[in-house]
């Protein structure tokens, strides 16, 4: 009876062994100094700038306005809003800027659809890159001039840093938090020790001819994750820009955070499998990136880890508490990993009490695995621009 639950506790310990190691690795690789430095170019390319809004009237108009700001030759960039059931007002005050707006007809709702909408209304030789941003993000002026040094070194593919724009509630705050250790292990993490960064779905950069090809293959609800997929059969590498920065709004209730998460979770799953049938080409290929990708995606959410390590540990040490201490070691790892990937500015009273809502998102986050089929099949949309109360208060 000992050895049989030895095998059982041997095989449940390996995988959450295996997740948590990946986080301290990358997050050690994080805090190696490794700024990437882009000459600036004297070749100006020309780019799309696509806006996916669905019901986007509070914010997209202000996000427009900020992007016209840009230091940046206006006839070098053209801005397209895909405005899905948005007003008539919303849409004359976006063409009263100069804005192309395209009046979506297709029945199945997605980002990817309206991108590749976007795609088969341009003409492709007309530009060389295409940004996707999202109706609520904002930029600083030199953003095209930034990603503009860094397309013109020779990069496919182009991430910049995504921070939250407004912390006015814990749940919002805590959703800031999370962006910035997504950032730090999946993406500066990974660059610094030579990997491909993760994609984040907003304040992305494509060269437009791979873009355009790969978009016509993509019609699912995670359309980045996709795209990540693609760019690593490809073989080509993600470069992430630390220092170009996008405002990005976070969720401001519990709700709604467990709504987006769903769709997260569903296409994290669907991505999985579809890489999980290629492991033996990956492995033949030596496509060492996809692998890394590969145990990515296998990763549950951090709050679960969080939240079912412990419990997995108390649950052995009733059983058999000669082996509950390696759970106590791990669960130790895990904290560390996360500390290391906090930025200091996060270091404060604030995320100390915000910490104790943890249990409350854990909660949240449980209730998305229940709704991970509709996250699949459905559109699932995130409010912005509303003041919103925040049910963990």
């Not at 659809?113 to 209304?121: D, K």
């Not at 006015?168 to 990974?190: K, M, P, V, W």
């Not at 692998?291 to 549950?300: A, H, T």
Request: aromatic share 12%; net charge neutral; hydrophobic share 45%.
């Amino acid at each position: 009876m000992e050895t049989v639950l030895f095998i059982i506790e041997t095989l449940i310990f390996i995988p959450f062994l295996v997740w948590i190691m990946y986080f301290f690795v990358f997050s050690v690789g994080y805090r190696i100094p490794n700024k990437l430095f882009f000459e600036r170019s004297n070749i100006q390319h020309r780019f799309l700038i696509i806006f996916p809004a669905y019901k986007e009237d509070a914010v997209i108009v202000d996000s427009i306005r900020s992007f016209l700001k840009q230091d940046y030759p206006q006839q070098l960039f053209e801005i397209i809003v895909v405005s899905d059931s948005m007003t008539r007002e919303t849409n004359q005050e976006l063409e009263d800027l100069g804005v192309r707006v395209l009046i979506p007809t297709y029945e199945k709702r997605s980002k990817a659809a309206a991108l590749n909408l976007t795609m088969n209304v341009i003409k492709e030789e007309d530009f060389d890159g295409v940004v996707i941003l999202d109706a609520d993000n904002l930029v600083s002026p030199n953003y095209l001039a930034l990603v503009n040094d860094c397309f013109a070194s020779g990069a496919v593919a182009i991430q910049t840093h995504r921070i939250a724009k407004n912390s006015n509630t814990d749940t919002a705050y805590l959703d800031g938090i999370s962006e910035e250790i997504n950032n730090s292990i999946f993406r500066q993490g990974h660059v610094n020790l030579g990997l491909p960064a993760a994609l984040t779905g907003s304040g992305m950069l494509f060269e437009i001819k791979w873009f355009k090809n790969t978009m016509a293959k993509i019609s699912s609800m995670g359309e980045d994750k996709e795209l990540e997929y693609y760019l690593l059969l490809d073989k080509i590498f993600t470069v992430y820009l630390e220092d170009v920065y996008v405002l990005d709004e976070k969720v401001q209730n519990r709700r709604d955070l467990s709504n987006q998460r769903k769709r997260w979770i569903a296409a994290q799953i669907d991505t999985f499998l579809i890489t999980l049938k290629r492991f033996r080409t990956i492995i033949r290929t030596r496509n060492w990136p996809m692998l890394d990708k590969l145990i990515q995606w296998s990763i549950p959410p951090r709050i679960i880890l969080l939240g079912m390590v412990p419990i997995l540990g108390c649950i052995v040490y009733l059983v058999a508490p000669a082996l509950a201490y390696k759970w106590l070691i791990l669960y130790g790892l895990f904290i560390v990993s996360l500390a290391l990937a906090i930025p200091n500015k996060f270091y404060t009273k604030r995320t100390l009490l915000c910490f104790l809502k943890l249990p409350f998102i854990f909660m949240a986050i449980l209730r998305s695995f229940m709704g991970i089929k509709s996250g699949r099949n459905t559109f699932v949309h995130t409010p912005h621009g509303e003041k919103k109360e925040d049910y963990s208060n």
